[in-house]
């Protein structure tokens, strides 16, 4: 193709007189002009091109341009040049001058007259040049109007080049039905439709997802007999793909290779697109490992939808370990900005966000340019946690660095908000979108709608539900479902019933989802028989349940102790071959466990071992739950051991249920284990966990134990629970440090936190009994400044404890006692 290659480097010379400085009185450094830099690429006479440009050193500008000159007025036939030398409006433009000039125009311009003063459309050769560097630019219109006005040419001759430049750009843009027509014009103008031809329209099709079209145009190929091409193929395959049928692409890759047309690598990635699109995930992993087999080595697009298909199937270290071979220097195939993607995509998932924001770190200090979509994956990521400050971070970079943020961005910051319980906020965000001229879509309202109904706001919720409708946007399933979930977190059972009427009006058929967030709304609301119904209902309708739908039933069963009705629905989820997820069978095994048939709970945690995954953390903790409940406390601490050599990391819950377990069985020294476990593994203790530490403490006796969980309760104070704070008091002064015990009460008093009568009773109870009626009376005195009112019995407890104490001290208690409560009296 390249004939020759020109550099006028004499322009870079320090002497050339474009770069002589103005003189000056000032002693200044001397500022450079932009350098020209000038390449000529030739390929024939006729389509020259021109690489001009500069280099601006100052200002760290560049700028390259590519100029065709095409056919010249010196260059046309001698009758034409006499016709173009005699009128002064005849413009001897390059090509590339004409392009630019047209562009310039809008379509109500006079763009023929523009034309039919270019000396340059006597000759034919021009035509296709110019059809291609307009194509080019991906201006339809223009392209269409010059296109008409070539055809209205005496020299204008159809080509096969021109129109399949002309249906490619009609693919580009989505516009089947006009690349169709172009080839049917095409015949008329007897053109002969060739492979480059078929191989346009059949990507038209393929790019508006009509692979049927796609295959008859084939079969019409063949018919004129066209042989195909490897592109015809792919570019089929394509079709078949991109539109989710890959049990299609694969039978066309069939004939391909039956027809002696043999696969290359945009073929073996266009299947696995496929694949991906179609949510074959195992099929494409498989497929990947039948392409190790041959000659054709993968790239990053391959690898890209390799990673994609981990993910998807949460194989996240094997994607990880596919991202760092990519990094590695003798990898023939780097990653670029969608491997990174993918990769804090992975992150998000998984929820290891401060990795989202490694990744992309890096993948700046790597010299990749974060595109939009980029941004917006690491803004999801921050916005699915409800870290709405990262989320805000992100956002503002999106637009410090020249992005102008989409529809995606927005509705990825405003259900940041949502999730971190900011429903203003989320709306402060929805009017910005929609100031900023951007239409707020589905998902927008769906996101928006969470936002106000997870938090409580229910009734502005379904006002958004009729303003999307007035604004246009329909709702969808995920809009129903949505404000389901949000009626059955916040008990208002009457909306379900409105919500669901709503649904039917509008002709939205309700699908798994939304069935599965209506029956756990009604489940939660303790509403069974409508609950019950809505199933049937669901079952009518052909609508499949899942493992979801009868985790909700049997659970739902479980807390309103129909235990009966829960199993029932344990055998039907068996007899229709609904898989089973641990969740489910988690459900059950409590199930059992509250009827006492411990054996069965047994013989369900048995067969979930035996599957492939194994009980997670969820199942041992309902397990420990059932030992506990069967008072097998041997039982409990050996399964908790297994969760240890298995893998399980044990979560505060099982924690806390092992605990409870071990104090009920009277083997307090056990929780004290449990407990150095959990700091070991750093898992955080919540006031249920301090509470039977506590417990454990006070059966044992251990006083330096308990200062320790003293030591590491007291930040928590303020925000502690009167039952915790009561236990803590209790144990101390069980122990009989009543000294220790009032001062702690002091400082828990000190943050503020809220007292009542029952933690006072605590005080009292243990003052009495080491015998210190003086801070007895003192607190009782403490209750009445803080306006709670004390209990006759804690009056008659110091009273009887006045008749013991000796006739001294029994008048001043009863003084004491009658003084306090003559000014209760008052």
């Not at 998000?348 to 966000?353: A, C, D, K, L, P």
């Not at 609508?543 to 659970?555: A, E, F, G, M, Q």
């Not at 030992?627 to 097998?632: I, L």
Request: proline share 3%; with cysteine.
């Amino acid at each position: 193709m390249v004939a020759s290659l020109q550099l006028h480097s004499h322009l870079f010379s320090p002497t050339h007189p474009h770069t002589n400085s103005v003189s000056s009185p000032f002693p200044r450094k001397p500022k450079r002009k932009p350098l020209p830099l000038i390449l000529r690429c030739c390929s024939d006479e006729t389509n020259t091109k021109k690489l001009v440009g500069f280099v601006d050193y100052d200002r760290g500008e560049r700028q390259v341009s590519v100029h065709v000159s095409g056919v010249r007025k010196s260059d046309l036939p001698k009758r034409y040049q006499l016709r173009v030398q005699g009128d002064r409006f005849q413009k001897d433009w390059p090509i590339s001058e004409l392009v630019s000039k047209i562009l310039k125009l809008n379509q109500r311009e006079d763009i023929d007259g523009l034309l039919n003063r270019w000396a340059g459309r006597f000759s034919r050769k021009n035509y296709s040049i110019l059809i291609r560097e307009i194509s080019q630019t991906g201006s339809i219109d223009h392209c269409n109007q010059v296109f008409n006005w070539m055809k209205n040419q005496k020299n204008y001759c159809a080509r096969n080049d021109i129109y399949n430049m002309m249906i490619r750009l009609h693919a580009r843009h989505n516009r089947t039905d006009q690349a169709r027509g172009l080839f049917f014009e095409m015949q008329k103008w007897r053109c002969k439709p060739d492979a480059e031809t078929y191989n346009a329209l059949i990507s038209a099709h393929g790019r508006a997802g009509q692979w049927r079209w796609a295959t008859n145009i084939m079969e019409d190929m063949l018919r004129a007999a066209v042989p195909p091409t490897r592109s015809t193929y792919n570019n089929l395959i394509h079709a078949c793909g991109s539109s989710g049928n890959w049990k299609e692409a694969l039978k066309v890759s069939k004939r391909m290779t039956e027809n002696g047309v043999g696969p290359d690598l945009v073929t073996h990635n266009t299947i696995l697109s496929a694949f991906k699109t179609g949510s074959q995930y195992s099929k494409a992993l498989s497929y990947f490992e039948l392409m190790k087999g041959t000659k054709i080595r993968p790239d990053t697009t391959t690898l890209n939808i390799i990673i994609h298909c981990h993910i998807k199937l949460k194989q996240f270290e094997k994607a990880i370990n596919i991202f760092h071979s990519m990094r590695d220097k003798r990898s023939q195939c780097g990653p670029d900005i969608v491997t990174f993607t993918s990769i804090i995509h992975l992150y998000s998932v998984s929820g290891e966000i401060e990795n989202c924001k490694a990744v992309f770190d890096t993948m700046i200090s790597e010299g990749f340019k974060p595109n939009i979509i980029s941004y917006n994956t690491l803004l999801g990521a921050y916005a699915a946690r409800g870290m709405s400050e990262g989320a805000l971070s992100v956002f503002n970079d999106i637009k410090r660095n020249g992005f102008r943020p989409d529809v995606v961005s927005y509705t990825s910051l405003l259900n940041a908000y949502g999730r971190s319980g900011k429903p203003e906020r989320a709306m402060e965000v929805f009017n910005m979108m929609k100031r900023n001229n951007l239409k707020p879509n589905v998902v927008t309202y769906n996101a928006l709608i969470d936002a106000f109904g997870s938090n409580g706001f229910l009734p502005e919720a379904v006002e958004l539900l009729h303003e999307m409708e007035r604004n246009g946007v329909q709702p969808n399933v995920v809009s129903v479902s949505t404000l389901l979930a949000c009626c059955g977190r916040y008990g208002r059972n009457v909306k379900i019933d409105s919500i669901l009427a709503a649904a039917d009006s509008r002709g939205i058929c309700l699908n798994t989802v939304a069935y599965n967030s209506a029956i756990g709304s009604y489940m939660n609301g303790g509403e069974y028989d409508e609950a019950l119904d809505l199933y049937r209902l669901m079952r009518e309708k052909n609508v499949k349940p899942d493992s979801v739908t009868y985790n909700v039933l049997i659970n739902g069963c479980s807390k309103m102790s129909k235990y009966t009705e829960a199993l029932e629905f344990l055998d039907e989820m068996m007899d229709l071959n609904v898989t089973m997820s641990n969740e489910v069978l988690s459900s059950a095994i409590s199930v059992y466990s509250n009827q006492g048939q411990l054996l069965k709970a047994e013989s369900l945690f048995s067969k979930m071992k035996m599957t492939h995954d194994g009980p997670d953390v969820v199942a041992y903790t309902t397990m420990l739950h059932a030992y506990s409940d069967a008072e097998k406390w041997d039982d409990a601490f050996a399964l908790f051991q297994e969760m240890e050599m298995k893998g399980v990391e044990p979560d505060l819950i099982a924690c806390s249920a092992l605990m409870r377990a071990f104090n009920k069985g009277n083997q307090p020294a056990k929780v004290l284990v449990v407990a150095e476990f959990m700091q070991e593994r750093k898992i955080p203790m919540n006031d249920a966990i301090y509470f039977e530490m506590l417990s454990a403490c006070s059966i044992l006796r251990d006083w330096k134990k308990t200062i320790e969980l003293v030591g590491m309760m007291e930040a928590s104070f303020n925000v502690m629970s009167i039952g915790l704070m009561n236990q803590l008091l209790h144990c101390i002064g069980k122990l009989g440090k009543i000294e220790t015990m009032m001062k702690i009460f002091y400082k828990i008093v000190a943050t503020g936190a809220e007292i009542n009568k029952s933690t006072y009773l605590v005080l009292l109870k243990n003052l009495l009994a080491a015998g210190n009626w003086r801070k007895y009376l003192e607190v009782l005195q403490w209750m009445e400044d803080s306006g709670v009112e004390a209990s006759g019995d804690m009056y008659q407890s110091i009273l009887a404890f006045a008749q013991s104490s000796g006739p001294e001290y029994s008048v001043i208690i009863q003084n004491r006692v009658e003084s306090l409560r003559r000014k209760t009296c008052v």
